[in-house]
């Protein structure tokens, strides 16, 4: 844990779940941000040994991308106390003072990389994945649950990508996918944000960002709640998520599947 000169966890978020207006003023202009200690070291112990019992006990069902990562989607639904993570009533405020309009959840995920897999996570935007329609736009709570120095598979973003929309979802294992498609974003000064446990960054659907390759003997364990406008609709395109609800385009994406528990 990342401390202050006092002993003490260092920490951007108040009480209330909010941050100084400098940093709601970077996520804005840059499209996403660091935010230290959205977590306590206690709830950093208590989540990282729930995801680990939870990944043990559902690693085969898990969305695997070719050694890239494992995912495992909507854990909220089927775990107590990772749900507890997914509603956390500061995180979604923040997100929604972030935003700047009311959000709800999309869905969460449990992203891991195994220890030296040695593959990146190749630049992307998340929002063309997404059946949405009618939105504007989402952003997800990355919440490291370990130390994720470089070598164990940080985050490296794009500023200012956030306004690039109109793409195709890219190969997350093609690494001239997203630059093929738009040469601009190459020339993009690239922002690499290591995260301490309990440290947390949120990103626009739309910027564009990648994972470094875990060379270390440790998983890459992370927490990802995604929030979405809460006036968004179905578009009509598949998706895990969407797929069983039987929904039609048009249609609001709201109710018990996709809560807004911090309102």
């Known amino acids: 844990m990342e401390t ?3 002993g003490r966890f260092a920490s951007d978020v108040d009480a209330d779940g909010r941050v100084q207006d400098e940093l709601v ?6 499209g996403f941000v660091r935010v230290r200690g959205v ?5 950093v112990e208590r989540f990282r040994a729930s995801a680990e019992v939870f990944l043990a006990a559902h690693r085969a069902e898990s969305l695997e991308k070719q050694a890239v990562f494992s995912q495992l989607v909507n854990v909220w639904e089927r775990d107590q106390t990772l749900r507890e993570l997914t509603f956390d009533r500061r995180l979604g405020r923040l997100a929604e003072q972030l935003a700047g309009f009311p959000l709800r959840l999309w869905h969460d995920q449990m992203l891991v990389k195994a220890p030296h897999n040695n593959a990146a996570t190749e ?6 994945y997404w059946p949405h329609a009618g939105d504007r736009l989402p952003l997800s709570a990355w919440i490291a649950l370990v130390d994720v120095p470089p070598e164990r598979g940080c985050m490296t973003f794009l500023p200012g990508t956030q306004d690039r929309t109109g793409l195709r979802p890219q190969d997350l294992h093609h690494e001239e ?10 020339w993009i000064p ?8 309990g440290d947390c960054t949120f990103h626009s659907g739309y910027t564009g960002h990648m994972a470094l390759p875990n060379r270390t003997d440790q998983a890459r364990l992370a927490h990802v709640t ?9 578009s009509g395109s598949e998706h895990v998520v969407t797929d069983p609800l039987g929904l039609a385009a048009g249609d609001p994406l709201d109710g018990d599947a996709f809560p807004r528990p911090w309102a």
Not at 39 to 43: D, F, G, T, V, W
Not at 177 to 186: C, G, I, K, N
Request: charged share 30%.
């Open 123 to 128: 630049f992307h935007q998340d929002r063309p």
């Open 226 to 234: 995604i929030y979405m406008d809460a006036a968004t609709r179905y």
């Open 25 to 30: 003023a970077a996520y804005r202009e840059h």
């Open 190 to 197: 690239r922002v690499t944000v290591p995260l301490r446990a």
């Open 177 to 186: 996918d997203l630059f093929e498609m738009d040469p601009s974003l190459r």
């Open 4 to 6: 202050t000169a006092t």
């Open 39 to 43: 977590l306590e070291p206690e709830q």
